[in-house]
């Protein structure tokens, strides 16, 4: 397996990515629909929005992909008319490197829950970083926060880091992935650790 992009990983890629953008632009409603519940529980469902990164490296394994991947889809939320217009550009610019970062840090070659788990964190706190930059949480009591990045962290790990792979061992188990990269026991095997 060669190590750079091939134009068939960066299509599959977008083609993944783009359907978890329509998928992102989707979830916008439910995302308000759940801030009056109280208790952050629009900020668990928030652990959607890094899943295209995630999804997207599971399939193909390669450096590069989980930043393409997060670019892509917050391209396809914004084309589609994201209620957060250009700012949804940047911050799948900065979740999908803080993701990247992270799959960087075990040599792109780890690929089970924990390491998925920190990189869906990875993502979620450099969506962290941009709301507090932006000014949407610096007000927050301290326990109102601490909520919110729990709920936050919790939602990523669920969405990004359990969906993620799980949606990516049915994929392989169709055969589906075979074209990008054979699939061995191996593989199997990382999905589970």
């Known amino acids: 397996m060669t190590k750079g992009l091939r134009l068939t990983d960066i299509l599959v ?8 953008g329509i998928i992102y632009k989707i979830w916008g409603p439910l995302y308000y629909a759940l801030k009056p519940l109280g208790l952050h529980l629009d900020q ?3 652990g959607m929005w890094f899943i295209a990164a995630i999804v997207a490296f599971l399939v193909i394994r390669k450096p590069g992909v989980a930043l393409l991947a997060e670019v892509a889809a917050s391209s396809g939320e914004f084309l589609m008319g994201s209620e957060w217009g250009l700012e949804v550009l940047i911050y799948g610019i900065v979740q ?20 998925v788990s920190l990189a869906s964190i990875a993502a979620c706190t450099g969506s962290l970083i941009m709301d507090f930059y932006k000014g949407y949480i610096e007000d927050l009591a301290t326990w109102n926060l ?7 962290a919790a939602g990523s790990i669920v969405f990004s880091g359990l969906l993620a792979i799980g949606i990516v061992r049915a994929l392989e188990r169709t055969g589906v992935t075979a074209i990008l990269r054979p699939t061995s026991q191996d593989d199997f095997d990382s999905l589970n650790h």
């Open 44 to 46: 668990f469902i928030y």
């Open 13 to 20: 890629t977008v083609v993944i990515s783009i359907a978890f």
């Open 96 to 115: 999908g490197l803080f993701a990247e970062l992270v799959l960087m840090a075990f040599g792109y070659k780890r690929s089970g829950i924990i390491v």
């Open 146 to 152: 601490v909520l919110l990045i729990v709920m936050r």
